[in-house]
Structure formats: structure tokens, C-alpha cells
């Protein structure tokens, strides 16, 4: 399972597990395990109240042509499968993933599994740096593993050196979680990569914002301002 990076409208990048190609195929598998029940089922039926003709296959099966098109919009990028194995569609902008991307994924799923036994797909996945198979180059997705997804509580920032037991920013309360992880992320990019150019600028930027939705002044540095609204929602969290 490899880290990518997903950089925001915002300038903002986080971080996610790419799925492993043999993560993808199970996840396939199990749906198909799930269409093959749905059209066991339709065998009895038929047999059982004597129905049948084309009207009827037509009807009953429209939910298996649309099968994943369906799923993955109702259920915000997974299908069964991708759900019993933890993945996910996810935009590689990391905005929601809007219907016109789905609908490439859905149609070309005919090219990337069903043309030459899915080895056009599997092709592209493992030559494609984020892991993606046409449907995915085509929409702008990747599918991520969401398995071990933090919890509130390991988005902050929790350390021993805590000082205050008292926020100094009390509006850190306004915070929600997706504000708690982008400060995590951009802090965890700027250390990796200094704090400077890009990361810089990016940091920057996560500040202001946060300034700005904190209605907030301070003389802290953008780093140290970060770092204080975490401690401070920690303080206020627990």
C-alpha cells in the first residue's frame, strides 16, 4: 500500500493509501459474487412462479448493468465489495467526486474489466504512479484504502509538551475535523519538505484561512499558529 497525495482547490494536501491492485480484484470479485446471487435468485424466481421471456431478464437485470454506477453514487465511491475490503473512489483534487467521473468509471469499465479478462485495467493500475485504470485517468479518481481511517482523537496534536491546560485560542472549538486533519497534513508536509517554497506558501495559506474563519489576530508565525490551534483543540477536546 503506497502514500499519495492529494492537493486541494484549496492548496491543501492530504495524504491517502492508494488500495492495492489485489485489494481492487477481490473487491471486484466480491461484487460479482453478489451479481451472480442477484441472478441465482432471478433463476428461481423464474422457475418457481413460472415466469419468464425477455421483458422480464430485461427489467430484472437492468440493476446489474447499472450495478456499480448505482452503488457507487448512493454510497459515496463503494460498491459491497469495496466496502468488505475498506476502499473507496476518492477525486484526485480532493473535492467530492461529481457524477460526470463516476459515469466515466461506470462506462469504461467495458475497456479497463471486461475487454481481454480485465488485463487492460490491471495494465494501467500497476503503471499508473496513483494506481489508476482508465475509468479512473478518465473521471480524475484513484481509489484509496480507508482502513484505519484516524479517529478525532489521533487528528490532534497530541504530545507531552502540552503547556497550557488552558486554550489560548479558545475559538479552536469552532473547528471540525476536516479543518483538524488539512492542519495536520499541511504541518506533516512542510516538515517533510521544509517550510519553505510551496510547503511555505501553502502553510501560509492554511493559516490565513484559519484566521479567518477563527476571526482570530495573532503575531504567531503561521507554523506556531497551526501547532497552538491543535494543542488548543486538544485542551478543549478532552
Not at 475535523?177 to 517554497?197: K, M, S, W
Request: proline share 2%; glycine share 8%; net charge positive.
Amino acid at each position: 500500500m503506497t502514500d499519495i497525495r492529494i492537493q486541494t482547490a484549496q492548496n491543501t494536501v492530504l495524504a491517502q493509501n492508494k488500495a492495492s491492485l489485489g485489494e481492487r480484484i477481490i473487491a471486484t470479485f466480491l461484487d460479482l459474487l453478489l451479481v451472480a446471487g442477484y441472478a441465482i435468485l432471478g433463476a428461481v424466481i423464474v422457475k418457481t412462479m413460472s415466469l419468464g421471456g425477455s421483458v422480464f431478464w430485461i427489467f430484472y437485470f437492468l440493476p446489474v448493468y447499472f450495478y456499480t454506477l448505482i452503488q457507487e453514487l448512493a454510497f459515496n465511491g463503494q460498491t459491497v465489495g469495496k466496502m468488505i475490503m475498506k476502499l473507496k473512489v476518492a477525486h484526485c483534487e480532493g473535492r467530492d467526486v461529481p457524477l460526470t467521473s463516476y459515469l466515466l468509471r461506470w462506462l469504461l469499465r467495458l475497456v479497463d474489466i471486461w475487454m481481454f479478462f480485465g488485463s487492460i485495467g490491471t495494465v494501467s493500475i500497476v503503471l499508473s504512479k496513483k494506481g489508476q485504470r482508465i475509468g479512473d485517468l478518465a473521471g480524475n479518481t484513484i481509489v484509496v484504502s480507508v482502513k484505519n481511517r484516524p479517529k478525532i482523537q489521533d487528528l490532534l496534536h497530541k504530545t507531552n509538551n502540552i503547556k497550557n491546560e488552558v486554550a489560548v485560542f479558545s475559538q479552536a472549538n469552532l473547528l471540525d475535523d476536516e479543518d483538524i486533519e488539512i492542519i495536520r497534513e499541511v504541518l506533516a508536509f512542510g516538515n517533510q519538505n521544509g517550510y519553505y517554497g510551496r510547503a511555505g506558501k501553502m502553510i501560509m495559506q492554511t493559516s490565513n484561512l484559519m484566521k479567518k474563519k477563527l476571526a482570530v489576530e495573532t503575531e504567531l508565525k503561521p507554523v506556531q499558529f497551526l501547532m497552538q490551534l491543535l494543542d488548543d483543540y486538544y485542551v478543549l477536546y478532552k
